[in-house]
């Protein structure tokens, strides 16, 4: 469990660390808010999820 949560960390600081170095400046604003937009999706899913299951139960 925890060597597969640290592969996935490792796995992102990758992907940073390239986005980084091989991205410009307007490039990763618009990367920041794909991921910004992305990020607030997920919530809402798992916040509407969290509620389909808590009313469903009573």
Request: glycine content about 6%.
């Amino acid at each position: 469990m925890i060597g597969r949560i640290l592969r996935i960390a490792f796995l992102i600081a990758l992907v940073a660390l390239v986005v980084h170095r091989l991205f410009n400046r307007r490039q990763k604003r618009a990367l920041h808010e794909i991921v910004q937009i992305s990020a607030w999706v997920f919530l809402a899913t798992a916040l509407a999820v969290l509620g389909w299951y808590v009313l469903g139960a009573w």
